[in-house]
């Protein structure tokens, strides 16, 4: 017996989906079901490495499923996104199946040559977590109702078909005209799809629900389709799943606040907002910790009051390479003389060189002089390396007074080399006095890299840094504050008695 199917679906991209599926997994999984989360086709630059279905071998999938998978408190696998398209540039996405990189196509490339081959990676994985679960919720991408793809939209019509799914539809009212597009999203949807949806849930609502509950009347009335909830507007603290919820690349945004610390002794980190981000989870640690200011920066910004700068991962290294150049960033750096750290791409910036550049980038070059900071050189390789890492850090440089075991996961395309003064860190990692990089992601996540890190921060920066303050992310709490925004608004009794799952029905 396969598990029933809850495909959460959107009006919209970024109606809250992401948040509404973590929710309910844990929310589930606290109820006593094995929960698996699944979501066919995700396009995003954010991924965590996790094993595959056999667990001999490392793979990559959306941040938003681990996420959900641990909300759900079962091990992450590719088969929780089988297909991720990661956006290269110039109209290209690199495709990943079951964790592998394919090959790097345009939209028409893609639906052409790889999306039947995607469809059946994609069913397949479906089958093997139904078989094992109570309840399979699946997450849907963008909107339900774009009608140009009807025929090819793998991570809402195919799901909700090939996985005998029922529909939860999410829209989110900050942004106005709910009802109309909770309306517009059902008259569009191919009728056989149209009968799958079994409620709708509101999310992001500020204000007095007894004002609000005359058009849900009038929308249950119109449609014949219960409205199971009303979420609040809050944000539980998940991970962000790609970069929709960063600032645009012209403007200058703080990703965390200072819980209530005195300028005088906050710092402020600054990470250049690179075109090809990615990977931005990295400093959502650092953001949570108390005195600390994470502050995304245009690649025209003046580093004039930042503390420390950060580097983050790229999807295209050689071509953010070239772009931060172009906007007079490396200038900025030239004059900066704070603690300087670059994670995985940003690691590669920071070196004298980089080799095969042509492997990564959309521009005609083969090697290309990096930023100079560290003497190492990248050799980029077709082959990409995807790893989870459990290591012993001994700290250096920025990172200096660290040590112990840390883990962390790696995506990267080639390697890099140390060629000249300096200490090696982290496996492939190097440090000078006050610059340091990693091909270790969650690097931060990590107390010791963290603290040493921040305390290295506030030593540059002559202020006191206020006693007692780990910081870092809270494993549970966002898991369980999803849970009770979900479940405190929702009617997840009326919503299961709908869906009908039994627990360990995959056993009978």
Not at 89 to 117: E, F, I, M, P, R
Not at 229 to 249: F, I, K, N
Not at 292 to 310: G, H, W
Not at 432 to 443: F, N, P, Q
Request: aromatic share 6%; glycine share 10%.
């Amino acid at each position: 017996m396969t598990a029933p199917t809850l495909l959460v679906a959107g009006t919209a991209s970024h109606v809250g989906k992401s948040t509404v599926a973590a929710g309910l997994c844990r929310l589930l999984a606290n109820d006593g079901y094995d929960v698996e989360p699944y979501k066919a086709q995700n396009m995003s630059n954010n991924a965590r490495a996790v094993v595959t279905p056999d667990g001999d071998d490392f793979g990559e999938i959306g941040v938003s499923q681990y996420v959900q998978a641990r909300a759900a408190r079962v091990t992450p696998t590719t088969d929780h996104n089988p297909v991720l398209l990661k956006p290269h540039g110039d109209g290209k996405s690199q495709l990943v199946v079951q964790g592998k990189a394919v090959s790097v196509n345009t939209a028409g490339n893609y639906y052409d040559d790889h999306w039947h081959a995607a469809r059946t990676a994609a069913l397949e994985s479906h089958q093997r977590l139904a078989q094992r679960a109570d309840i399979v919720v699946a997450e849907g991408a963008g909107s339900i109702a774009e009608i140009n793809l009807h025929d090819r939209d793998l991570a809402n019509i195919e799901t909700a078909r090939f996985a005998d799914a029922r529909i939860l539809l999410v829209a989110d009212i900050e942004r106005g005209g709910v009802f109309a597009s909770l309306v517009g999203t059902l008259e569009l949807l191919p009728d056989d799809v149209r009968e799958r949806v079994i409620g709708v849930v509101i999310t992001k609502f500020r204000g007095s629900l007894d004002i609000l509950e005359p058009g849900l009347d009038a929308f249950e009335d119109r449609t014949g389709v219960p409205v199971f909830g009303v979420l609040p507007y809050d944000d539980p603290g998940l991970p962000e799943e790609d970069s929709l919820a960063l600032p645009s690349e012209g403007a200058r945004a703080t990703f965390g606040g200072e819980d209530g610390v005195a300028d005088d002794h906050a710092v402020t980190i600054g990470v250049p907002r690179l075109p090809r981000i990615s990977n931005v989870t990295d400093f959502e640690p650092l953001a949570a910790t108390p005195g600390v200011r994470v502050v995304s920066l245009p690649l025209t910004a003046s580093l004039e009051d930042i503390d420390a700068v950060v580097l983050p991962g790229s999807k295209n290294t050689v071509d953010d390479l070239i772009a931060l150049r172009d906007a007079g960033f490396e200038e900025e750096l030239q004059e900066f003389d704070g603690p300087l750290v670059g994670i995985c791409g940003g690691y590669q910036l920071l070196g004298q060189r980089i080799e095969n550049a042509d492997v990564e980038s959309t521009h005609d070059v083969t090697e290309i002089d990096a930023l100079g900071y560290l003497p190492t050189v990248t050799r980029f390789d077709p082959e990409k390396q995807v790893r989870a890492v459990t290591i012993e850090f001994d700290g250096a440089g920025p990172l200096a007074g660290a040590s112990g075991p840390i883990s962390g996961y790696e995506i990267h395309h080639g390697a890099t080399r140390i060629v000249g003064e300096a200490v090696s860190l982290a496996g492939d990692g190097a440090a000078t006095e006050r610059v340091a990089g990693t091909y270790i992601h969650d690097l931060f996540a990590n107390d010791g890299p963290r603290a040493a890190f921040i305390d290295a921060v506030y030593a540059h920066a002559e202020k006191t840094r206020p006693q007692g303050v780990v910081g870092g992310t809270d494993e549970t709490g966002p898991y369980e504050r999803a849970a009770n925004l979900v479940g405190s608004a929702t009617d997840v009794q009326n919503l299961l008695s709908t869906l009908g799952p039994s627990r360990c029905s995959h056993r009978q």
